[in-house]
């Protein structure tokens, strides 16, 4: 009996352990995608993301705070001069996609854009 319970307990153990592993490197595998923002652009300025996979944005804002906002998409990062932000984000819907800055940040705020592919 107490056999039988010992084996129990490490069959979950390695179950578990198994189960953060697979986590991990699911984590590992997500796509990074670094954007620096700067007066009056985006480098790079498009983007190619997949439906339904996640991506790490990363948004640096060089010379003064910046924001990253798209109108048909939920996403939106505002960072501060000097600061990079991450988060994760999952398409899920195919098209273009038109992101602004949402911080103003001089003469040419309004043309500071950045095309996001969303494709299958
Ligand atoms: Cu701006």
Do not use: W
Request: glycine content about 8%.
């Amino acid at each position: 009996m107490k056999v039988k319970v010992l084996l129990s307990g490490v069959l979950v153990m390695t179950g578990s352990s198994l189960l953060v592993q697979a986590k991990a490197h699911a984590k590992e595998s997500t796509e990074r995608i670094e954007i620096v923002a700067k007066r009056f652009e985006y480098v790079p300025q498009e983007i190619n993301v997949k439906m339904g996979s996640p991506v790490k944005i990363s948004l640096s804002a060089k010379d003064v705070d910046h924001g990253l906002k798209f109108s048909d998409v939920d996403l939106e990062m505002l960072v501060k001069k000097g600061e990079t932000k991450e988060v994760t984000f999952t398409p899920d819907k195919v098209g273009d996609f038109v992101g602004q800055c949402s911080s103003f940040c001089g003469a040419g705020h309004g043309t500071m854009k950045l095309t996001m592919h969303v494709t299958e």
